[in-house]
C-alpha cells in the first residue's frame, strides 16, 4: 500500500504541474499527462499485481455473481490485473465467449463517435459551432450546433421514440433514413437549442453522419481506417445496414432479441468491440495520441449545468468530481437490447472497470463498485446512464 501512495502522489503532482484542468464547479483536478509520456503505467510489481488480482476477483464474484455473461476487464496504470469471459456469445450453437468475442458496445459507442468529431475539430475540418444545416440544409430545426449535440443539449426529439412506429416494421432505418424522417415529419422538440441537458441519441447519429459529410467516407469504413486501425484496435467494427445477414443477438433470460428497425443506425451505437480492445482506447485516451490533452480537457468539462452536482455530462462523456474525496470519474455506460455495458475510468488512481454483457443484467451496472479496492473507499457513487440507450 506504500508504493500505491506513491505512485499516486506522483501522478497527482504530474497531472497538477503539467495540464491539469480545473473543473470549476467542484475545484477537483482532472491529470492530464502529455502526449507520449509513460509514468502512469508505471509498472506494477508481481505482488501488487497479485493483491489488485485477488481483491477484484473476489469484488466480481460477489458483485456480478454466478449468472454472469459477458466479459470483464479491470487494468491499473493500464495493465491488465484482472480479466474474465464467462458464457455464450450465441447460446444456441454454444459458442463460448472468448477475448476475440466482439460484443454490442451500445451507448459505450458513442465515446468513439464523440472523440472523432473533436479529432476532426482539431485538424480544422469543422467548427464546433457550425449549425447542422451546413450539412443538411433541410434539416428543420435551426440553432443547434455540433456542440449542442456533442453536450446532448440540442433539445431535439429521441428518434427510437418515434422511428419504430414510423418506419416499416421489417425494415431497417438508417441514418439517413431517420434524417429524411425527421424533415419530412417533422417530429416535436423536445426543448429549445441550449435550453437544457436531455440525453438524445439523435445527436450522436446526426454527429455519425456529419462525419461521414465532412471526410466523404462511410462512418464504418472512416472508423476503421482512421480511428480502429490505427490505435490497434483489431476486433472492433461499425455495425452497419450490410451486415444484417451476420447480426448477433443478446439476450433476454436465455431469449434472443431479433432485430428490430432501429438495428442499423450508428454513432449512437452499433460499434462492437472486446474488453482489450477498450483498454487499448483508454491507453489512447491517457496518453493523448488520438486527440490532444486541451481537448480531452475541454471533453471533460461540465454541460449539463443547468443544476449543481458532482454527476455531470460533458462531450460525449459522463462525469462524476468530488472534490471531497477526490474522486474523478469519467465514464460512459450502455445498454441496448441485451447488451448491458461499463466503461468507468478512475482517473485520479488510474483505474479502468471494462464491462460487455451481452445477456441483461441490472448487476452489470454495479461494477463500479470494485473501485473500492483501488479507491480504499466505500463506494457511494450512484453513477448516471445505466438503463439508458
Same mark, same amino acid.
Given at each position: 500500500?506504500?508504493?500505491?501512495?506513491?505512485?499516486?502522489?506522483?501522478?497527482?503532482?504530474?497531472?497538477?504541474?503539467?495540464?491539469?484542468?480545473?473543473?470549476?464547479?467542484?475545484?477537483?483536478?482532472?491529470?492530464?499527462?502529455?502526449?507520449?509520456?509513460?509514468?502512469?503505467?508505471?509498472?506494477?510489481?508481481?505482488?501488487?499485481?497479485?493483491?489488485?488480482?485477488?481483491?477484484?476477483?473476489?469484488?466480481?464474484?460477489?458483485?456480478?455473481?454466478?449468472?454472469?455473461?459477458?466479459?470483464?476487464?479491470?487494468?491499473?496504470?493500464?495493465?491488465?490485473?484482472?480479466?474474465?469471459?464467462?458464457?455464450?456469445?450465441?447460446?444456441?450453437?454454444?459458442?463460448?465467449?472468448?477475448?476475440?468475442?466482439?460484443?454490442? @458496445? +451500445? *451507448?459505450?459507442?458513442?465515446?468513439? #463517435? $464523440? =472523440?472523432?468529431?473533436?479529432?476532426?475539430?482539431?485538424?480544422?475540418?469543422?467548427?464546433?459551432?457550425?449549425?447542422?444545416?451546413?450539412?443538411?440544409?433541410?434539416?428543420?430545426?435551426?440553432?443547434?450546433?455540433?456542440?449542442?449535440?456533442?453536450?446532448?443539449?440540442?433539445?431535439?426529439?429521441?428518434?427510437?421514440?418515434?422511428?419504430?412506429?414510423?418506419?416499416?416494421?421489417?425494415?431497417?432505418?438508417?441514418?439517413?433514413?431517420?434524417?429524411?424522417?425527421?424533415?419530412?415529419?417533422?417530429?416535436?422538440?423536445?426543448?429549445?437549442?441550449?435550453?437544457?441537458?436531455?440525453?438524445?441519441?439523435?445527436?450522436?447519429?446526426? @454527429? +455519425? *453522419?456529419?462525419?461521414?459529410?465532412? #471526410? $466523404? =467516407?462511410?462512418?464504418?469504413?472512416?472508423?476503421?481506417?482512421?480511428?480502429?486501425?490505427?490505435?490497434?484496435?483489431?476486433?472492433?467494427?461499425?455495425?452497419?445496414?450490410?451486415?444484417?445477414?451476420?447480426?448477433?443477438?443478446?439476450?433476454?433470460?436465455?431469449?434472443?432479441?431479433?432485430?428490430?428497425?432501429?438495428?442499423?443506425?450508428?454513432?449512437?451505437?452499433?460499434?462492437?468491440?472486446?474488453?482489450?480492445?477498450?483498454?487499448?482506447?483508454?491507453?489512447?485516451?491517457?496518453?493523448?495520441?488520438?486527440?490532444?490533452?486541451?481537448?480531452?480537457?475541454?471533453?471533460?468539462?461540465?454541460?449539463?449545468?443547468?443544476?449543481?452536482?458532482?454527476?455531470?455530462?460533458?462531450?460525449?462523456?459522463?462525469?462524476?468530481?468530488?472534490?471531497?474525496?477526490?474522486?474523478?470519474?469519467?465514464?460512459?455506460?450502455?445498454?441496448?437490447?441485451?447488451?448491458?455495458?461499463?466503461?468507468?475510468?478512475?482517473?485520479?488512481?488510474?483505474?479502468?472497470?471494462?464491462?460487455?454483457?451481452?445477456?441483461?443484467?441490472?448487476?452489470?451496472?454495479?461494477?463500479?463498485?470494485?473501485?473500492?479496492?483501488?479507491?480504499?473507499?466505500?463506494?457511494?457513487?450512484?453513477?448516471?446512464?445505466?438503463?439508458?440507450?
Amino acid at each position: 500500500m506504500k508504493a500505491s501512495f506513491i505512485l499516486f502522489s506522483c501522478f497527482v503532482f504530474f497531472g497538477t504541474s503539467c495540464g491539469a484542468k480545473k473543473n470549476k464547479k467542484n475545484n477537483a483536478i482532472i491529470p492530464l499527462p502529455v502526449k507520449g509520456d509513460s509514468s502512469i503505467f508505471h509498472p506494477l510489481s508481481p505482488s501488487e499485481k497479485k493483491y489488485y488480482h485477488d481483491r477484484v476477483e473476489e469484488a466480481y464474484h460477489k458483485i456480478l455473481g454466478p449468472y454472469f455473461n459477458g466479459e470483464i476487464l479491470v487494468a491499473k496504470n493500464g495493465q491488465i490485473v484482472f480479466e474474465d469471459y464467462k458464457g455464450y456469445a450465441d447460446f444456441k450453437a454454444r459458442t463460448l465467449i472468448t477475448p476475440e468475442t466482439q460484443l454490442h @458496445l +451500445a *451507448s459505450t459507442s458513442k465515446t468513439f #463517435t $464523440g =472523440m472523432t468529431v473533436l479529432h476532426l475539430w482539431e485538424e480544422g475540418k469543422l467548427s464546433l459551432d457550425d449549425y447542422i444545416q451546413k450539412y443538411f440544409p433541410a434539416f428543420p430545426y435551426p440553432g443547434i450546433t455540433i456542440h449542442m449535440l456533442l453536450s446532448h443539449r440540442s433539445g431535439l426529439p429521441n428518434y427510437l421514440d418515434f422511428i419504430e412506429k414510423g418506419f416499416p416494421k421489417k425494415g431497417h432505418a438508417t441514418n439517413q433514413d431517420v434524417i429524411d424522417f425527421m424533415i419530412r415529419n417533422k417530429p416535436p422538440r423536445a426543448n429549445l437549442p441550449d435550453r437544457a441537458f436531455q440525453y438524445c441519441n439523435t445527436n450522436f447519429i446526426l @454527429l +455519425a *453522419s456529419i462525419i461521414e459529410k465532412v #471526410t $466523404g =467516407m462511410s462512418y464504418p469504413k472512416f472508423m476503421k481506417d482512421s480511428v480502429f486501425t490505427p490505435l490497434g484496435l483489431s476486433h472492433t467494427y461499425v455495425f452497419s445496414i450490410k451486415d444484417t445477414a451476420n447480426y448477433i443477438p443478446t439476450y433476454m433470460g436465455n431469449r434472443p432479441y431479433l432485430m428490430t428497425n432501429l438495428d442499423c443506425t450508428y454513432g449512437d451505437k452499433n460499434i462492437y468491440s472486446t474488453v482489450r480492445d477498450l483498454l487499448k482506447w483508454d491507453r489512447s485516451l491517457y496518453m493523448h495520441t488520438f486527440i490532444k490533452a486541451s481537448t480531452l480537457a475541454m471533453a471533460y468539462e461540465s454541460q449539463s449545468r443547468e443544476h449543481a452536482s458532482m454527476h455531470n455530462y460533458g462531450l460525449a462523456w459522463r462525469t462524476y468530481f468530488n472534490s471531497k474525496t477526490g474522486d474523478s470519474i469519467i465514464y460512459h455506460n450502455g445498454y441496448w437490447h441485451g447488451s448491458n455495458n461499463v466503461f468507468t475510468r478512475y482517473v485520479k488512481d488510474t483505474v479502468t472497470i471494462i464491462v460487455l454483457g451481452n445477456k441483461y443484467s441490472p448487476r452489470n451496472y454495479s461494477a463500479k463498485k470494485i473501485g473500492e479496492v483501488f479507491t480504499g473507499h466505500a463506494d457511494a457513487i450512484n453513477l448516471q446512464g445505466g438503463p439508458e440507450p
